[in-house]
C-alpha cells in the first residue's frame, strides 16, 4: 500500500512555487543538474541521497529535515536499491535517526537477501562507536538469522553482548548468560576476546569460580593459536586476529588466574601464576611490543608479590608496597582498597598511607599501557573500597565512617550491586547510634531508590 504522506518532489515544487525560483535557478543554488532536476519533480527519477543532502541544503533546511520521507522515497515511489539506501543509513546513524534506521531495517529484512549488507553497515557503525545504531541492525539480523546457526549470528550476539555492557550488574549478568551460548560457534579470534570481556563481566561480581573456567579456556585457545601462528606465518596472515597477539592473552590468563587464587585466599598459588605470567622468555617474537608487553606483566607480577604478602598478613612487606606503587599513580586505587581490606582484616593502622593518597580516593578512570582499566571492575573495587573504608574507621568509632557508607550505598544502588548494598545496611545498622538526621534521611533516600 502507499502511504498518503507528501512527497519530497511536492514539497519542492511548492518551495520553488513561493519561492518564484525556476528550475534553472534552483540547479544554480543546489549545484544538481537542471535535467536531473526537471526529472525529479516529474517522478521520472527517482532521489538518490546526494540529491537529498543537496536539495536541502539548498532550502535552507536541517540536513535531516525529509529523512522520514526519504524512507517512502525509497520504498514506495521507488525501488529500493543499496546503493541509495546504504548511505541513507549510516548517515542516519550518524545524525542519531535511528527512527529512519529502524524503518529501513524493517522494510529490507522482508527480504532475507538483504540481512550480510545490513550486518556489513552493523559492523561499520559498531567500530565508529555508533553502537545505538549498531544495535538496532544487530537486533534484527539476529531476528532474521535465529535458525540458521551461522557465525554471523554469533556475531551479532557477540556485539549485542558489547554494548549492553553497563554500570548495572544485574543487566551486565543477564547479557552474559544470553551470549555465553554462541561463544563456541565465533572464530577463535572473537572466541578470545568474548572470553575476556566474559571474564571482566564475572569478575566484576565476585563469580571467581566462572572467571577462573573461561581464563583457562583463554589459556588453552591461546595456545593453541599462537603455536599454529608459529608453524605456518602464511595462515597467521590470512586469519582474522584479536584485539592482541596470542602471547597476551596466555600471560594475561595467567594474570587472571593469579588474581582469582587471590580472591580465594590461596596466595602460595597466586604466587606460583605471578612466575609463570612474569617470564616472556617463551615468546619467539623479538620486536617492540612484546618487550612492552613483557614489561607490564613483570611490573604487574612486582607489584602483586608485595601485595599477596601483605594480603597474607605480612606487615613488614607493606611500606615496600608503598613505595612501589607510591610511583605508579594508575595503580593506587587498587592497591589502597587491598591495603584497607588487610588493614580491617589484620586490625593495622594505615592512617598514614590514608593521608598520603587521600587525593586518589574518589572514583576516576584509571589506564594502562593497554588501554583503560575494566569500568565495570573498577566500579565494583570502588564501592567495596569505600564500604571497607567505612568499617575502618567505624571500627575506632571515627564519624566519618558513616559518610563513606553513605557513599559505598549510593554507588552500590546505582550499580544494581546487591551484595555491597547489603553490607552497607548491616554496617549502617551496627552503627546506628551515631547517625545523625540528616544521615538518616540519606540512607532512607538510598534506600528507597534500591527497592
Not at 564501592?383 to 575502618?392: D, G, R, S, T, V
Request: hydrophobic fraction near 40%; include cysteine; aromatic fraction near 12%.
Amino acid at each position: 500500500m502507499v502511504p498518503t504522506t507528501t512527497m519530497i518532489r511536492d514539497l519542492l515544487a511548492l518551495y520553488l512555487s513561493e519561492k518564484e525560483m525556476s528550475i534553472h535557478q534552483f540547479s544554480g543554488q543546489s549545484g544538481i543538474n537542471s535535467g536531473t532536476l526537471s526529472r525529479i519533480l516529474s517522478g521520472r527519477q527517482p532521489i538518490a541521497m546526494n540529491h537529498l543532502e543537496r536539495i536541502t541544503k539548498a532550502m535552507d533546511l536541517p540536513e535531516d529535515h525529509f529523512y522520514s520521507l526519504y524512507v517512502d522515497e525509497c520504498f514506495y515511489f521507488s525501488s529500493p536499491t543499496w546503493r541509495r539506501l546504504r548511505p541513507f543509513l549510516v548517515r542516519s546513524a550518524e545524525l542519531g535517526r535511528l527512527d529512519c534506521v529502524e524503518q529501513v531495517v524493517q522494510n529490507l529484512l522482508e527480504n532475507l537477501v538483504y540481512a550480510p549488507m545490513l550486518f556489513e553497515v552493523a559492523e561499520g557503525l559498531f567500530q565508529e562507536g555508533l553502537w545505538q545504531a549498531a544495535e538496532l541492525l544487530y537486533k534484527n539480523v539476529s531476528a532474521s538469522e535465529k535458525y540458521q546457526n551461522s557465525e554471523r549470528l554469533a556475531i551479532c550476539q557477540y556485539r549485542l553482548f558489547r554494548i549492553a555492557i553497563g554500570d548495572d550488574q544485574a543487566r551486565n549478568l543477564q547479557a552474559a548468560h544470553l551470549f555465553e551460548c554462541y561463544l563456541d560457534r565465533l572464530d577463535e579470534a572473537d572466541q578470545l576476546d568474548g572470553l575476556n570481556h566474559l571474564g571482566h563481566v564475572y569478575g566484576s561480581m565476585n563469580r571467581w569460580h566462572k572467571v577462573d573456567e573461561l581464563a583457562k579456556k583463554m589459556q588453552q585457545l591461546a595456545t593453541i593459536r599462537y603455536n599454529l601462528q608459529r608453524q605456518s606465518k602464511r595462515r597467521e596472515n590470512n586469519e582474522r586476529k584479536p584485539e592482541k597477539p596470542p602471547y597476551f592473552y596466555i600471560l594475561y590468563a595467567q594474570l587472571i588466574r593469579s588474581n582469582v587464587c587471590e580472591q580465594i585466599g590461596d596466595y602460595s598459588a597466586a604466587l606460583d601464576w605471578v612466575s609463570l605470567y612474569m617470564d616472556g622468555s617463551w615468546i619467539q617474537e623479538d620486536d617492540e611490543e612484546v618487550k612492552r608487553t613483557v614489561a607490564q606483566f613483570q611490573e604487574w607480577g612486582a607489584a602483586n608479590r608485595l601485595l599477596y604478602r601483605v594480603m597474607a598478613g605480612q606487615y613488614e612487606a607493606l611500606s615496600n608496597y608503598v613505595e612501589y606503587i607510591s610511583d605508579r599513580p594508575d595503580e593506587i586505587l587498587i592497591a589502597l582498597y587491598n591495603i584497607i581490606l588487610s588493614a580491617n582484616r589484620y586490625d593495622w593502622n594505615v592512617d598514614d598511607i590514608l593521608e598520603r593518597f587521600a587525593s586518589y580516593i574518589p572514583y576516576r578512570t584509571y589506564s594502562t599501557a593497554f588501554g583503560d582499566y575494566n569500568r565495570q571492575i573498577m566500579l565494583d573495587h570502588h564501592i567495596k573500597f569505600l564500604a571497607e573504608l567505612a568499617a575502618y574507621y567505624l571500627h575506632d568509632n571515627r564519624k566519618e565512617g558513616i559518610r563513606f557508607i553513605l557513599q559505598s550505598l549510593e554507588s552500590s544502588v546505582r550499580i544494581n550491586n546487591k551484595s555491597n548494598v547489603i553490607k552497607c545496611v548491616d554496617l549502617f545498622g551496627q552503627y546506628r547510634n551515631q547517625v545523625d538526621e540528616e544521615e538518616h534521611q540519606q540512607y532512607k533516600v538510598q534506600i528507597g531508590a534500591y527497592l
